[in-house]
């Protein structure tokens, strides 16, 4: 599903606003400390997604949204 999602980051600001609140959310957030379970799951996320984006030959797509999201850390940071 986050591979058809990301797919969207091109689309008009509104809906690209949304899929990097979306991925920025999913995958940025802190976790604890005290629950590695969630940092492997997280991981193991993302690591099937840029899989399924390298299949399905959306690695653009990504590479969008990687530079959306760090761009729009710079900012906040």
Request: proline share 3%; net charge positive; aromatic share 6%.
């Amino acid at each position: 599903m986050l591979a058809r999602i990301v797919r969207r980051i091109s689309d008009e600001e509104g809906v690209k606003k949304l899929v990097i609140d979306t991925f920025n959310g999913l995958w940025f957030q802190p976790i604890s400390e005290r629950n590695p379970t969630e940092l492997l799951k997280r991981v193991i996320t993302i690591t099937r997604m840029v899989q399924v984006c390298k299949t399905e030959q959306n690695i653009e797509f990504l590479e969008q949204l990687m530079h959306s999201l760090l761009k729009q850390n710079e900012r906040v940071g």
